[in-house]
């Protein structure tokens, strides 16, 4: 077994410390200044102050830096191939997303080959990881055939286990005269092809979008995924208001996605669910699309448990980085940065129902991000600087990152 001694962490933020209101009525940052800890074999083996750390096989001086759990993205959608660049330009001259150019997607990534598949993936992942995320979930959703579907999660599985079944992302184009037969093939042939690859299924419930599925469509999808051995995930409330949220909740989804258009009754619904059905906000949706932020203030006074993720797609948000997203929470959600960094390490695990990453804690993965900062508040006050990288991963089948 091969001890390392990381001592001189200027700020330790574990994510496992007493209640601070960083997260409602849950454990809180747990702050440490002039840290240490020690990792033998990938694992945390010990936590305390600097002065105190026990003798090790290597040691890393991290000189005042900042060191906290590693990100947790636990909403992306990687394995795709086109561009739509174009699609961005127009909508920052006013032009509306609708989720109509997720067809342009499906039929660059149909024509792409496995081997390119697979590249393109790998890229987005350690460009992900050259950022400090170290958990990541992948979704398919641009196949939207038998085997487009199930290639798509075999890929996305080579990269973590968290690979989520989104057959029901958008009726293709091919499929547009019979909706209906395509709700058979999603919850049918092709979740069986699928469900061998995938922990989760999803789908994007939206009545605000003709290309995407009602409540009744979505409810089918998510019962027979549920039924295929699968847990659930929901793209809810994104373009307007909806019945995403409800039916997440009805259906004890693990987390709700964007969560942008919220009634009353969808927060309420969200506070009684909180132990299972997490709200994970996706602020760097609206900044591409230039709509309006989610009212994650109001989300976390009424005490609804929020997550953050980036959601990176080629249509809605084509950016990898949670440090952006952590920026965005804080300039334009009202969080505070203490309670984006939780939503993004700890909360967003507890969307994926993970309880050994998101956190820094004894026993636990040595999953780490180091800031080129001496506190978290950087992140946000130096946005767009690339402080945040892994230190060492292991979650997922990744490998170590080197030292700063
Ligand atoms: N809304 C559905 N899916 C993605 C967008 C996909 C795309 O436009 O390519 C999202 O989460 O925003
Ligand atoms: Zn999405």
């Known amino acids: 077994m091969t001890a390392t001694a990381v001592v001189g962490i200027g700020e330790l933020v574990t994510c496992d410390g007493e209640a601070d209101g960083a997260h409602p009525g849950g454990p809180g940052l747990g702050l440490r200044t002039d840290a240490a800890l020690v990792v033998e074999d990938g694992r945390v083996a010990w936590i305390g102050d600097s002065a105190d750390v026990p003798d090790a096989d290597h040691r890393i001086d991290l000189e005042g830096r900042a060191v906290l759990p590693g990100f947790v993205d636990s909403h992306s959608h990687l394995v795709f191939d086109g561009d739509r660049a174009a699609e961005f330009a127009a909508r920052m001259t006013g032009e509306r997303y609708d989720g109509g150019g997720i067809g342009v997607s499906v039929g660059a990534t149909r024509a792409a080959s496995e081997h390119r598949l697979r590249e393109l993936v790998g890229r987005r992942v350690a460009e992900m990881r050259a950022q400090g995320t170290t958990t990541v979930e992948i979704k398919g959703g641009y196949g939207l055939t038998v085997d487009d579907e199930a290639r798509s999660l075999r890929i996305a599985g080579e990269f973590t286990p968290e690979t989520t079944f989104l057959g029901a992302h958008v009726v293709p184009p091919e499929a547009r005269g019979d909706r209906a037969a395509y709700v ?220 700063p």
């Not at 027979?224 to 995403?244: D, K, T």
């Not at 997490?278 to 699309?289: D, K, N, Q, R, Y």
């Not at 909360?347 to 129902?353: D, E, T």
């Open 184 to 403: 058979e093939l999603v919850t049918g042939p092709m979740l069986e092809a699928c469900a061998p690859h995938a922990r989760w299924a999803d789908v994007f419930c939206e009545p605000n979008s003709p290309h995407a599925f009602t409540e009744d469509e979505s409810r089918a999808v998510l019962t027979a995924s549920r039924a295929a051995g699968l847990e659930l995930r929901v793209h809810g409330n994104q373009l307007g208001p909806g019945p995403g949220v409800r039916l997440a909740v009805e259906l004890g989804a693990a987390s709700v996605d964007h969560c942008t258009f919220l009634d009353e009754a969808d927060v309420s619904a969200l506070v009684d669910a909180a132990d299972t059905t997490i709200a994970t906000l996706l602020p760097g949706v609206e900044f591409s699309t230039r709509s309006p932020y989610p009212d994650a203030r109001g989300l976390l006074d009424a005490g609804v448990s929020v997550a953050l993720a980036t959601d990176c797609n080629p249509g809605t948000c084509y950016s990898s980085s949670m440090p952006f997203v952590i920026a965005l929470a804080v300039r334009e959600m009202g969080m505070t940065p203490g309670e984006a960094v939780w939503a993004a390490t700890r909360g967003s695990a507890k969307a994926l129902r993970r309880d050994d990453v998101g956190r820094v804690t004894v026993g636990g993965p040595a999953d780490l991000t180091v800031l080129e900062a001496p506190s978290h508040l950087h992140l946000a006050y130096r946005a767009g600087v690339p402080i945040a990288r892994a230190l060492v991963t292991r979650s997922g089948g990744w490998v170590d990152s080197p030292r």
